[in-house]
């Protein structure tokens, strides 16, 4: 069970990096096509760098946030209500 969340945290934020690299890639075009879409790259090439650092971040953290959990419950069960799983309610309402 806590495998499966954070394979899907790891998964998710390089969904996000796939799409932040689409986005940027996007934004290149955008930029090579005229005074109009210059205006659209910027924006898109802004929101497309900040997609990415989010998702290598998440991508990057996830190993660690596992291991953490797993010694909490296995070690220290008793912190998992006060600690785990009030972040893991906090990242599931953002989603939903």
Not at 21 to 50: D, E, K, N, P, T
Not at 51 to 68: A, E, F, K
């Amino acid at each position: 069970m806590i495998e499966t969340y954070f394979k899907a945290e790891r998964t998710g934020g390089l969904l996000f990096v796939i799409v932040g690299i689409v986005a940027l890639a996007l934004a290149v075009w955008c930029w090579q096509h005229g005074s109009f879409w210059r205006g659209a790259a910027w924006s898109l090439a802004m929101m497309a760098l900040i997609q990415i650092s989010v998702g290598v971040t998440y991508w990057w953290r996830s190993p660690n946030d596992l291991q953490h959990v797993q010694h909490i419950v296995t070690k220290e069960h008793k912190r998992i209500f006060g600690e785990e799983l009030p972040r893991m309610r906090a990242v599931l309402k953002r989603c939903h």
